[in-house]
Nanobody, 114 residues
Framework: VQLVESGGGLVQPGGSLLLSCAAS??????RAWYRQAPGEQSELVAS???????TYADSVKGRFAISRDNAKNTVFLQMNSLKPEDTARYFC???????????WGQGTQVTVSS
């Protein structure tokens, strides 16, 4: 199983980015995005269940939206009103529905700076 993230980059404060994470194979129950800034611990940004129930970190509520396309085995993270403190490497996570094994992507860098 491979998780491939895309969509990161450099954006000005107040801007938007759309992250995508495509899984090569398998059916996954929980999908999520984590982030880690230099010198900081990893943080759960958002998660979504197979049925579409979502959770968000308080720091991104109202600004970020997680969604999934089960037919394409892809999860998205729409990030709006970005702030410099959102700068981090963002990692995709997926839990296999049958084996319950968790998989991680390689990460995509998001930098918010003027």
């Amino acid at each position: 199983v491979q998780l491939v993230e895309s969509g990161g980059g450099l954006v000005q404060p107040g801007g938007s980015l759309l992250l995508s994470c495509a899984a090569s194979e398998g059916i996954f129950s929980d999908r999520a995005w984590y982030r880690q800034a230099p010198g900081e611990q990893s943080e759960l940004v958002a998660s979504i269940t197979m049925s579409g129930t979502t959770t968000y970190a308080d720091s991104v509520k109202g600004r970020f939206a997680i969604s999934r396309d089960n037919a394409k085995n892809t999860v998205f993270l729409q990030m709006n009103s970005l702030k410099p403190e959102d700068t981090a490497r963002y990692f995709c996570y997926a839990r296999h529905m049958v084996s319950r094994v968790g998989y991680w992507g390689q990460g995509t860098q998001v930098t918010v700076s003027s």
